[in-house]
């Protein structure tokens, strides 16, 4: 079956420091990934898309990699700030059926 | 500022009684919406999509008839809750779908439903 793992376990770094979180997928052949930014009680914020032919897509201190070879993603935070801290969503979709797949979210905490 | 808006943010009904949530698409017309639930720490659990103009597709194991969705128009989908109980108590988002391409969701900002 699809699956998508995300590192259940909190990330903790300290601020100024790039914080680097993964997405793995199995059983998929994704069209687009996406990042989502999730604070608690709050609704998922989109951050960056990427297709599945880009290898990396920039934003800000703000960079996701996609590698199909891998089935994997990597979410990077460069200079991180406490106010990063949040759970981070990865969601992929494939071109047939455009439904979004979510992983379990990553819940990163910047140290001051 | 907010793509999807998602009214109310927080209502508390006495069991047995309906409840009312609306998604609202403001920068587009969002054929495809999406019902979504999360309980504390966990990830979103797709409920069902809503298509504009026809029935909502459930997934295995929500009940259309507790849940009921309607996308009457292209900005505006409702999910309603009937008959609620405690444990319908939960976190509830919808999120609407970019018609252009790449097709990015952007979410609501919840909903937290008490059933007391």
């Known amino acids: 079956s699809q699956k998508i793992e995300q590192n259940s376990e909190a990330l903790n770094i300290q601020e100024g420091k790039t914080a680097t979180l993964t997405c793995n997928y199995t059983n998929y052949s994704p069209a687009y990934l996406q990042w989502y930014r999730q604070d608690p009680g709050r609704g998922p914020v989109f951050l960056l898309l990427?297709?599945?032919?880009?290898k990396e897509k920039r934003k800000e201190r703000l960079k996701v990699t996609f590698d199909t070879t891998l089935k994997q993603s990597l979410f990077h935070i460069t200079a991180s700030q406490p106010a990063d801290s949040a759970t981070y969503l990865c969601?992929?979709?494939?071109?047939?059926?455009?439904?979004?797949?979510f992983g379990t979210g990553t819940r990163l905490k910047v140290l001051a | 500022g907010a793509v999807v808006s998602q009214h109310p943010s927080r209502v508390i009904c006495k069991s047995g009684t309906s409840v009312k949530i609306e998604c609202r698409s403001l920068d587009f017309q969002a054929t495809t919406m999406f019902w979504y639930r999360q309980f504390p720490k966990q990830s979103l659990m797709l409920m069902a999509t809503s298509n504009e103009g026809s029935k909502a597709t459930y997934e295995q194991g929500v009940e259309k008839d507790k849940f009921l969705i309607n996308h009457a128009s292209l900005t505006l989908s409702t999910l309603t809750v009937t008959s609620a109980h405690p444990e319908d108590s939960s976190f509830y988002i919808c999120?609407?779908?970019?018609?252009?391409?790449?097709?990015?969701?952007?979410f609501g900002e919840g909903s937290w439903l008490t059933v007391v």
């Open positions: 969601a992929l979709t494939s071109s047939g059926t455009y439904k979004y797949i």
């Open positions: 999120s609407a779908r970019d018609p252009s391409p790449p097709l990015t969701i952007y």
């Open positions: 990427i297709r599945e032919n880009e």
